[in-house]
């Protein structure tokens, strides 16, 4: 039960086809957004569609795979961490950050 502490999993679609980028230190990474939708029936009897966006970090070979195989528009799956950090911009200002951190994913359509 301990993997279950910060466990986040993920359906949607890709907002930006991922781009293998570098550390200073040399590691791979890529980032992608990953869109999920949801619906519910508002007071009017309308259906609205909820759409929310979340950032997503992949890693070495899983940061070369991305790169090599998912395209804007794809279906996934993705398993992960939820992970918050913060950072002072060059103006002073703190700048929060969340995101998931992969452990695996998923390609579910082209």
């Known amino acids: 039960m301990k993997n279950l502490r910060n466990q986040v999993q ?3 679609n890709i907002g930006n086809t991922p781009t293998l980028k570098e550390t200073i230190n ?3 990474y890529t980032t992608l957004s990953l869109a999920t939708n949801s619906s519910y029936i508002n007071k009017n009897g309308e259906r609205i569609k909820d759409t929310q966006w979340h950032n997503i970090v ?3 070979k899983q ?7 998912l395209i804007k528009g794809q279906e996934i799956c993705v398993d992960g961490k ?10 002073g200002k703190k700048i929060n ?7 695996d994913f998923l390609m579910l359509k082209k």
């Open 58 to 60: 992949m890693w070495g």
């Open 26 to 28: 040399g590691k791979k």
């Open 10 to 12: 993920l359906i949607g």
């Open 63 to 69: 940061a070369e795979i991305a790169e090599n195989y």
């Open 97 to 103: 950050i969340h995101e998931i951190i992969a452990n």
């Open 82 to 91: 939820l992970n918050y950090r913060s950072y002072e911009d060059n103006d």
